[in-house]
Structures are given as C-alpha cells and as structure tokens.
C-alpha cells in the first residue's frame, strides 16, 4: 500500500516535470521515468523480459531524442512566461483531480489494479496537455510518447501479447525517428 501510494505521487511529480520546465533535458528525464515507471508497474503483470523491452524501447527513445537536442541546439529556446507555467501547472492540478474524481468508476469498468489504472490515466492526459498546449516539433513529440507511454500501461494490465509488444517498440521508435529528423531540418532552417 505504502509503495502503491509512493508511485501515485511520484508519478504526479513526473508529471510536473514533463509539463512545466521549458529546458529539454528536464523533459526528457521525465520521458524517461515515465517508462521507468511504466516497467515498474508492468514488471508485476508481464515476465521480466516483455517488460524489458517496453523499458529499453522508450529509453533508446528518449537517447535518441536527447542526442539530436543536443546537436541542433544552436539557438536558446525562447523563455515562456510565467504564467504560461502556471497556467500548465493549474492545467495538471485539474487533470489530476479529474483522474482522481473518476478512477473508482473507471475502474469498475477496467477489471485492473488501482494503481496501473491511476498513473496509466495521469501519463495518458499529461501526454494530451503536452502535444496540446505547445507547437514546437520536440514537445509533440514528448508529449505523443507520454500519452502512448501512459496507454501502454493501461492496456499491458489487460493484455499480455508478445506481438503487441513488439508493435508498440516499432511505434515508440518510429516516432523517436521521425521526431528527432523533424528536430533537425527544423533548427537547421534557423541557421541559414
């Protein structure tokens, strides 16, 4: 019980960080505890290996991204404004109460554990505020792999397939790749 509490708050502290700092590192490191969590919630469900993979899919995901920030990155990100934060801030403090509202209905519909269906809900409407609330290529992105992350831990309480598996790592990587080349023809027209 202690431990289920533990990830419920730790992931709304993820959740912050994936939604507030304007500096890609911080958001990254929050992708990349997304699915850390996601493996920690799956692990108990599914046999190591299965869970592995979605772990180290999203890792070589946020690597991936988080090499091609670091060679673009010519020009610094313009600063949000404060209240654009607090705003998003207040945005996640309402989604999170919204989650919290409605989890016990949602969850006499979907047969799973309390906690997978919490945080899976938390990560799937933190990815939606994301990819809605900023139009730069590398948040989108961020925030499209958020929502997979948070559905993917949703639908792994429900079903365990091997194939299913191996079709979110083809996607999660996809869309790292087509992100990251976005990334870079993006910066590079700011250069000439």
Known sequence: MIINSLLIFFSLVVT??????RDWRWTLFGLAMTYLFGFILIVQIW????????????????I??????MNTEVQEEPIGSISSRIFILLLAILSWIIVLATISRLNAWLPIEYTNLFIGMVFLICGIIKFSTDQRIFNVIVGLLTLL???DIIYSSLEGSALVTALYALIVISICILGSYLEG???GEGEE
Not at 16 to 21: G, S
Not at 48 to 61: D, E, H, N, Q, R
Not at 64 to 69: N, P, R, V, Y
């Open 47 to 62: 046999p190591l290996p299965l869970a592995a993979v979605k772990l180290l899919t999203g890792l070589i995901g946020v």
């Open 185 to 187: 023809i993006f910066s």
């Open 64 to 69: 991936l991204l988080s090499t091609t920030k």
């Open 16 to 21: 912050a960080a994936i939604l507030v700092p």
């Open 149 to 151: 992350s948070g559905f």
